[in-house]
């Protein structure tokens, strides 16, 4: 591997991915509280945990931030579609993938998925000692689903191809997950019910079971769209100027560091960059230091790669919410300016935040990739 004219050794690489991972932890746990502090407002809330008291107040519903949110929301997804459109059908199905039968493995993870949402949507009088827990096992059963039907069609799929950085994928969702978790005490958009017995241990091991299948479940969708799809990478040439990025990535590493103080000041105006700043930051840091991983990986697979973790994320998403609304222990938004129209208890506008979110999973899932 070659950067700024250097060879790197994997140790290296190692050593910057660490650096990278410190930073970026520092920046999104230490910058929002900092701005608390300098608003002079009392920290006891934000340490709380199982986090339980309400205490930002948000405000109503706003039209013209709905409608802007909404435009937003529809260009992005006009962008996909066209992406994916552009390059639809571009890889070739093989013969051998009409001969190819549903593995034994799929049927067991379609039982488990079955299964595990007749629980969770029903109130068994038996199960209701395990009524919180079914959550896991649904998500894991999805997983394995689309793992193989991706096998079916392909012959290849993370869960078997990929096994190794399959399992490394869950428990760095889990932690992936807990950063949004810490920055959404901060706005607190959304809160949990049918936690309220819970100590924070138990807390800790079922929230972090439930996070972990975060990004499994995306990158195993991202690699399903493009097997229905059959999209094929398609190269980019991008030449990047080295001190033109290390001087942007500054700026928006200052930016982003800037937002995050003031997250804690100006819920109602900044919750949006709950799920950007991470992003932003981590993109800044590895500019700084080279090249962003997201470079890279356009070079190599194209726009198709950034439509297509979108659009894995929304997919997910609407699972996400669809399982969520009859669930016993569930999420509850509360989003301030476009809370309005909801679809399950998500209102239709915080969908479109799932279109950036895809791309956070897949930066994250490059930077273990590459490690």
């Known amino acids: 591997m070659f950067c700024t004219g250097f060879f790197v050794s994997p140790n290296q690489k190692m050593q910057t991915r660490?650096?990278?991972?410190?930073?970026?932890?520092?920046?999104?746990?230490?910058?929002?509280?900092?701005?608390?502090?300098?608003?002079?407002?009392?920290?006891?809330?934000?340490?709380?945990?199982?986090?339980?008291?309400?205490?930002?107040?948000?405000?109503?519903?706003?039209?013209?931030?709905?409608?802007?949110?909404?435009?937003?929301?529809?260009?992005?997804?006009?962008?996909?579609?066209?992406?994916?459109?552009?390059?639809?059908?571009?890889?070739?199905?093989?013969?051998?993938?009409?001969?190819?039968?549903?593995?034994?493995?799929?049927?067991?993870?379609?039982?488990?998925?079955?299964?595990?949402?007749?629980?969770?949507?029903?109130?068994?009088?038996?199960?209701?000692?395990?009524?919180?827990?079914?959550?896991?096992?649904?998500?894991?059963?999805?997983?394995?689903?689309?793992?193989?039907?991706?096998?079916?069609?392909?012959?290849?799929?993370?869960?078997?191809?990929?096994?190794?950085?399959?399992?490394?994928?869950?428990?760095?969702?889990?932690?992936?997950?807990?950063?949004?978790?810490?920055?959404?005490r901060f706005v607190q958009n959304w809160y949990y019910i049918g936690v309220d017995d819970f100590g924070p241990l138990r807390y800790t091991l079922n929230a972090s079971l439930s996070f972990s299948t975060v990004l499994p479940a995306v990158l195993s969708t991202q690699q399903w769209l493009a097997s229905v799809l059959r999209i094929a990478s398609r190269p980019l040439t991008l030449t990047v100027d080295r001190k033109s990025l290390r001087r942007l990535s500054w700026v928006t590493l200052l930016a982003s560091s800037g937002v995050l103080v003031l997250l804690g000041i100006w819920p109602n105006l900044l919750f949006p960059f709950l799920w950007f700043a991470p992003l932003l930051v981590l993109l800044a840091l590895q500019g700084i230091d080279g090249e962003p991983d997201l470079i890279t990986a356009l070079r190599a697979h194209g726009w198709q790669l950034i439509a297509l973790s979108s659009l894995a994320a929304l997919q997910c998403g609407f699972f996400w919410e669809m399982w969520n609304y009859y669930s016993a222990t569930k999420w509850i938004y509360t989003v301030p300016l476009v809370h309005h129209f909801q679809v399950f208890e998500m209102p239709v506008a915080g969908y479109a935040g799932y279109l950036p979110f895809g791309i956070e999973c897949l930066v994250i899932a490059l930077l273990l990739r590459r490690s």
């Open 18 to 184: 660490l650096k990278q991972i410190l930073m970026l932890s520092l920046l999104l746990l230490g910058l929002p509280l900092l701005g608390v502090m300098l608003n002079d407002m009392p920290l006891a809330p934000y340490f709380e945990f199982p986090p339980r008291t309400r205490h930002v107040i948000h405000a109503g519903f706003s039209w013209p931030i709905f409608i802007l949110t909404a435009a937003v929301g529809v260009l992005l997804m006009v962008g996909i579609i066209w992406i994916i459109r552009r390059d639809l059908g571009l890889r070739r199905l093989s013969q051998a993938k009409t001969s190819r039968h549903w593995p034994w493995w799929g049927w067991l993870g379609l039982l488990v998925l079955i299964v595990s949402w007749i629980l969770a949507w029903n109130r068994f009088p038996w199960f209701a000692p395990w009524q919180w827990a079914t959550f896991t096992p649904l998500w894991l059963g999805y997983i394995v689903v689309i793992n193989a039907w991706t096998w079916r069609r392909d012959g290849k799929c993370l869960l078997i191809n990929q096994r190794r950085y399959f399992l490394m994928l869950f428990p760095l969702s889990a932690l992936f997950w807990w950063y949004f978790e810490y920055l959404n």
